[in-house]
């Protein structure tokens, strides 16, 4: 059975020293949509015990990412995390990768030469390539056998500028995932109001805004992986969901 990747940064401080690391309910919400029907791995730069941003915890005190702290499979899967590589991931066992966000991907994943030949081989593969808020910063230096960027023709999103400017984030991170996904050719839709869910699906990338688009993004693998056949690494469609969900503010 294919399984899904879920990669994780392994980075513990921001640019200015404050604590960061990957985001709560932007790996429970989706891990608890996909795990019923998927088996998950987890994987890092840096291996087992990938940080966590305990500010995540501290806000977000729903269902699944207080579950998700305590529940057994997911505490082994992170102590065991596989250190990301491709002499430690065999692209063929997967049907699917994704990237947890949290401020971490932009300081670490996005110039991690392993991680980018990971990514490589699954895109390069026509496997769904996937992320959440900063997770889509992890896929920047990601391109085709031509070297053709990710982002080249293809709609995507991720945690926009007017959202970073509103946590005063800016200076924390090296660069800001929206303009580097204009930089590389895409085009970056965003949702109506700050930290209101949307999720944007291109081909076989699948790009999800903010925390709030955590368990819509899970839901939009789900159903691609369900309904694979419409993938192609040619093809052009796309389209994007919004969600009347309520709006989720990081703090």
């Not at 991170?173 to 209101?196: H, M, N, Q, W, Y």
């Not at 291109?202 to 056949?229: C, D, M, V």
Request: hydrophobic share 40%; glycine share 6%; aromatic share 8%.
């Amino acid at each position: 059975m294919s399984r899904i990747l879920f990669v994780f940064t392994s980075v513990s401080k921001t640019l200015l020293g404050n604590p960061t690391g990957w985001y709560l309910p932007e790996a429970a919400h989706p891990y608890y949509v996909l795990a019923p029907h998927f088996p998950i791995d987890f994987a890092a730069p840096h291996g087992p015990n990938p940080p966590i941003d305990q500010s995540s915890v501290e806000n977000f005190k729903d269902e699944d990412s207080t579950k998700f702290l305590v529940d057994p499979t997911v505490q082994s899967l992170l102590a065991n995390a596989t250190l990301l590589d491709l002499k430690n991931i065999n692209v063929n066992d997967y049907a699917a990768i994704f990237y947890v966000g949290g401020h971490g991907p932009v300081l670490d994943l996005a110039t991690d030469a392993s991680n980018i030949a990971v990514a490589n081989e699954f895109y390069r593969s026509g496997k769904i390539v996937s992320a959440v808020c900063h997770g889509p910063a992890a896929l920047v230096g990601v391109t085709s056998s031509d070297g053709k960027s990710i982002f080249d023709g293809n709609a995507a999103t991720a945690f926009s500028n007017a959202e970073e400017e509103k946590v005063g984030r800016v200076k924390d991170i090296p660069f800001l995932a929206e303009d580097r996904i204009v930089s590389l050719g895409g085009t970056f839709e965003k949702a109506p109001e700050l930290f209101a869910p949307k999720v944007v699906r291109s081909g076989t990338l699948i790009t999800g805004q903010n925390p709030a688009s955590a368990k819509p993004i899970g839901e939009e693998i789900l159903k691609a992986l369900q309904t694979r056949s419409v993938f192609d690494l040619d093809d052009t469609y796309s389209h994007s969901i919004e969600r009347e969900s309520e709006k989720v503010e990081p703090e």
